[in-house]
């Protein structure tokens, strides 16, 4: 009986020895979160000099070793590591044996058992291997040893990765593994498919022999056939295996619908299968249209979208799938629809996310403003290329960045990718394309209405601290909608690349101003002009700025989608009221809902139609959601029904009905109401404290004209049964004047008029009030976020509590910041140490400025991203400043970043002040 199953059995395992899959075996672990522990020995600097352990894969700085440098430091560290691994493989007869290198930094020497693995790899940010089948023991471990020098030998490499602005680390900072294949095998494939079904396979195989057969397979997901295997036979003469097919309407790739499909690939000899990969890759066409545009798909696409680091604080560019996936996912809150790659090729699993949630992404070989030269760069080109070229996100290839391209390399890229995308220059005019890097307002309306190419800026907006990215974002996205062969652009960038120093108590470390860039924190902690992006580039376009009491439902929309009808997408209102000043809670309740719907196609404009009921207009604000196919959030939009008149006279009365005293004290006139005390100063006119029989509110020298030299020309007071009013006149470059009324019953008010000459960085009055006092404010108006003149979009219009903070955009991460300009609010609870006291804003369009935000520890000497502030700490504004970018003043930003017009108006405003409450 054994003797009958032998023969069987053998039959079986030679079957199995030939129809194998490549197996990967992971020699370090395989990511930041899951790394293993080899032996290692720094060279120079931290922990250096001692053999010891360290985590693969990683940069060595975040573990410790070494020392830390960013690319604009001229003299960097020049330090060794080495490292040790012992594996055991098994039986490998018949098989092949790789070793596989995801990344490291920079120049890797791999030995196995003692042997030379191959020649020493040059350039940190790509994927290498050896064919170690003969180095390997056939019994027992195998002992790996690998130096990797931080800095190379090729002075090429250093220019292009290594003097650059964005950090320059040192070690395997992606994963190592193993690859076994059999003798005969699929060494890659390029797929090149089309929307129209078309489809071509290049199959690159290796050891191939006559009677060998190349068989391919396309499926879903899912495992389920599409259509009918397909093949060839080999040639062994061609290096490459070319098979076509057909597919009728297959389901496309895009953005808005990332349809993937998967490719199973056999070589199969006599009907056995020797080896087999499996392939995803998406039906798609790509199209830049010399003088029109870039189409996806046969529609005009407009990019949306960011540059991106691969960047985590505690381990540097050693990321996981984790990060990835919430990477894209805030992209795609953002409504983006693009990445570029900067500025390097990123972890392949990245690629993966952005294949399958649908983001478009360009891939760049490194190159910052320097290129490589041809010794190293034709490989790299190759080695960027051959991984990275069936990802259906990839539409562009960026040969280098601002200065850095290499154009011998141009024509490197189509020699292995059969899709034959568009090679660009980020920063030049090259190939049909404009991607001029940061233009002002003024490029952007000539390009749209003289510009030739194909217009997309690979980096704009330069979001440094709270500047850029959001801010002004509005003027230029609608020069971008003009142009008419406008394809996008990407903002500068999506987050801060602030390192923990481990060696200096674990501190955050930008590089001063170099590197807090982002939109998000460097643990993604959203910055005000995440939800400014996310209105302004959202698909499903609102045009209403306001509603007022003639509205009836009719909400102007456009669709801003390439591909999805907005009959695919689920609109959702709410009427709400919210709770009061006084109230403890801040959550608004909902009076009525309902649903809308639209059958608007891509690029449509028309009108939603809310069917609300008659008592809306008595409703204090109306909520619009879009949600899209995936149910998720597209953006709400929010407007106040109730005036800022109507809810400050609600508020005008109070339950007593006390006379009103005045009193004058040397420099001081005193008015008590209602068991209050109000000091004024005579010689100033302003305010100066207010005394409650158990509290001394320390509010005091306002009103003041923000910004504006006066002086103090008259102050007066009137006295009678009914009320007492104290006015102030001030006169120089501008003229204010202010009338307390102080009446029995009612709250205090402040009535105030003003006007100044020229334009203005910002408008109106402020107080003071000590900061080291206030603990937090609740409001009525925008938020939770600050705004600033050109960044008015995103906030959501609600009553907000907010905790006194002193952040500091792109240096503390507390976000929302504290201090800044607060947009339509129409009360303010001014929390405090003394006694918390509330002001209400008897008119729409007051801006309330909260002191001003405290100046980064490396702030610009431009000043670009430092707005303007009044010298006060509490201020009730007509008008605010706008903010700059790292590289342009707010001036050179378009219309809404101009200083304020004042053009001889005449500004009023009316307060309440509730100290009793």
Not at 204 to 212: A, E, F, I, K, W
Not at 495 to 516: F, L, S
Not at 609 to 621: G, I, T, V
Request: proline letters at 4%.
């Amino acid at each position: 009986m054994i003797k009958k199953i032998l023969p069987f059995l053998l039959i079986l395992v030679t079957y199995q020895g030939f129809s194998q899959e490549t197996i990967k075996t992971y020699l370090s672990g395989t990511d930041k979160d899951h790394t293993k522990q080899w032996d290692f020995y720094c060279t120079a600097g931290r922990k250096s000099g001692v053999w010891t352990k360290i985590p693969v894969p990683s940069n060595w700085e975040l573990q410790g070793f070494g020392s830390y440098n960013y690319g604009h430091d001229k003299d960097k560290a020049k330090e060794q590591g080495i490292y040790r691994h012992e594996f055991a493989t098994g039986k490998i007869t018949g098989k092949k044996v790789f070793l596989v290198f995801e990344g490291s930094m920079t120049d890797t020497k791999v030995t196995v058992n003692g042997k030379p693995a191959g020649e020493v790899h040059q350039g940190g940010f790509y994927r290498f291997k050896y064919d170690i089948t003969k180095l390997l023991k056939p019994q027992g471990k195998n002992l790996l040893e690998v130096t990797v020098d931080k800095m190379s030998a090729n002075a090429s490499i250093n220019n292009a990765e290594r003097k650059s602005d964005f950090w320059v680390f040192g070690g395997i900072f992606r994963p190592v593994y193993l690859e076994t294949v059999p003798d005969k095998f699929i060494e890659r494939v390029a797929v090149n498919a089309k929307a129209d079904g078309s489809f071509e396979l290049d199959v690159y195989g290796q050891h191939l022999s006559t009677g060998d057969v190349i068989e391919a397979q396309v499926k879903k997901l899912n495992g389920e056939n599409v259509g009918k295997a397909f093949l060839i036979k080999a040639n062994p003469a061609d290096s490459t295996q070319k098979l076509k097919s057909a597919f009728s309407q297959p389901l496309l790739w895009s953005s808005e619908f990332p349809n993937l499909y998967q490719v199973v690939v056999k070589i199969k000899n006599k009907q056995k299968t020797i080896h087999q990969i499996k392939q995803k890759f998406g039906f798609r066409t790509l199209e830049l249209r010399n003088g029109d545009g870039f189409y996806v798909n046969g529609a005009k696409m407009i990019l949306k979208g960011v540059n991106r680091h691969s960047f985590w604080p505690e381990t540097g560019r050693t990321l996981s799938k984790a990060v990835h996936l919430m990477d894209v996912q805030l992209m795609k809150e953002m409504n983006m629809n693009a990445v570029r790659m900067s500025h390097y090729p990123p972890d392949a699993e990245f690629l993966d996310v952005c294949d399958s949630l649908g983001l478009y992404v360009i891939n760049e070989l490194t190159g910052w403003q320097a290129k490589y030269d041809n010794t190293v760069g034709h490989r790299l080109v190759k080695e960027l290329v051959i991984r990275d070229v069936n990802h259906p996100s990839i539409i562009f290839w960026a040969n280098g960045n601002e200065g850095g391209f290499n154009t011998d390399l141009d024509n490197d890229y189509a020699l292995y990718d059969p899709q034959k995308r568009t090679v660009i220059h980020p920063w030049e005019k090259f190939n049909g394309t404009d991607t001029k890097h940061y233009p002002d307002y003024n490029y952007m309306v000539k390009a749209a209405t003289s510009g030739k190419e194909v217009f997309f800026p690979t980096e704009f907006m330069h979001a440094l601290y709270d500047g850029g990215a959001g801010a002004a974002l509005d003027d230029f996205w609608n020069q971008v909608l003009l142009h008419p062969h406008a394809a996008g652009g990407f903002i500068w960038a999506l987050v801060d690349e602030n390192v923990i120093r481990t060696d200096k108590n674990n501190i955050y470390d930008g590089d001063g101003n170099h590197a807090p860039d982002g939109i998000v924190g460097p643990h993604r902690e959203k910055e005000g002009s995440f939800y400014t992006i996310k209105e302004i580039w959202s698909p499903v376009f609102v045009d209403l700025p306001k509603i007022d009491q003639n509205f009836n439902g009719q909400i102007p929309i456009a669709n801003r989608f390439a591909f999805t009808g907005l009959d695919k997408c689920t609109f959702k209102w709410k009427l709400v009221n919210f709770p009061a000043a006084v109230a403890t809670e801040t959550k608004a309740s909902i009076t009525a809902s309902g649903t809308a719907t639209s059958n608007l196609k891509p690029d449509a404009k028309g009108t939603l139609s809310l069917n609300l009921p008659a008592s809306w207009a008595q409703n204090d604000a109306l909520y619009l959601t879009a949600y899209g196919t995936d149910q998720k959030e597209i953006f709400t939009w929010s407007w106040p029904i109730s005036t800022a008149q109507s809810i400050a006279s609600k508020q005008e009365k109070t339950t007593s009905n006390l006379s009103v005293k005045t009193e004058e004290t040397g420099q001081s006139l005193v008015v008590k109401q209602d068991g209050i005390a109000y000091y004024f100063d005579k010689t100033t006119g302003y305010l100066e404290k207010v005394l409650k029989p158990d509290a001394t509110i320390s509010l005091s020298k306002g009103p003041l004209l923000a910004g504006v030299n006066t002086t103090l020309k008259s102050f007066s007071f009137k006295a009678d049964e009914e009320k007492t009013i104290v006015e102030s006149d001030y006169q120089g470059q501008g003229n204010l004047h202010a009338k307390w009324t102080f009446e029995p019953g009612k709250l205090v008010k402040l009535e105030y008029t003003f006007n100044q000459q020229g334009d203005a960085d910002f408008m109106g009055i402020t107080f003071n009030y000590p900061e080291e006092k206030i603990t937090g404010v609740k409001y009525l108006g925008r938020g939770p976020y600050r705004v600033w003149k050109n960044r008015l979009k995103g906030q959501q219009f609600g009553v907000w509590h907010k905790d006194y903070n002193n952040s500091i955009t792109g240096e503390t991460w507390g976000y929302p910041e504290f201090k800044g300009y607060y947009s339509e609010v129409n009360w303010v609870v001014i929390e405090n140490k003394e006694a918390p006291f509330k002001v209400y804003i008897a008119d729409q369009d007051t801006y309330l400025q909260l002191y001003r935000p405290a100046r980064e520890a490396a702030a610009l000497s431009n000043n670009n991203v430092e707005p303007a502030f009044p010298d006060g700490s509490i201020g009730f504004l007509k008008g605010i400043s706008a903010i700059g970018t790292k590289f342009q003043a707010a001036s050179s930003m378009g219309p809404q970043s101009q200083k304020n017009k004042t053009d001889g108006k005449t500004f009023n405003g009316t307060l309440l002040f509730d100290f009793i409450h």
